[in-house]
Nanobody, 123 residues
Framework: QVQLVESGGGSVQPGGSLRLSCTAS????????IGWFRQAPGKEYEGVSC???????HYADSVKGRFSFSSDGAKNTVYLQMDNLKPEDTALYYC?????????????????WGQGTQVTVSS
């Protein structure tokens, strides 16, 4: 059974950093594309790092230059490094996945979601 488990969220001051982790079970990264969404209070779900047709992997404009995605196939884990955090980054962050045959739809139609991890940025 496909499972995604996030960790690494917490509270941090503006300008600080966090690294979120997502560990997959029931499948390997060879067969799934992984990304990150978030939902801030009162806001729509936003693709933070995901994949679109004709674009490939990309970041939301609001986080470009501050967030970066990486993966470790041996650990079946992906990461979201978040630097220079701002109060506007406060949100529930979700790891999302789609089978590789549908990787171009990761941004528009992610098939699997983790439980979410809370990130709070405040003074």
């Amino acid at each position: 059974q496909v499972q995604l488990v996030e960790s690494g969220g917490g509270s941090v001051q503006p300008g600080g950093s966090l690294r979120l982790s997502c560990t997959a079970s029931g499948f390997t990264l060879d067969y799934f594309a992984i990304g990150w969404f978030r939902q801030a209070p009162g806001k729509e779900y936003e693709g933070v790092s995901c994949i679109s047709r004709g674009v490939g992997r990309h970041y939301a404009d609001s986080v470009k230059g501050r967030f970066s995605f990486s993966s470790d196939g041996a650990k079946n884990t992906v990461y979201l490094q978040m630097d220079n955090l701002k109060p506007e980054d406060t949100a529930l962050y979700y790891c999302v996945a789609t089978g590789t045959e549908y990787r171009d739809y990761l941004c528009s139609h992610p098939d699997y979601w983790g439980q979410g991890t809370q990130v709070t940025v405040s003074s």
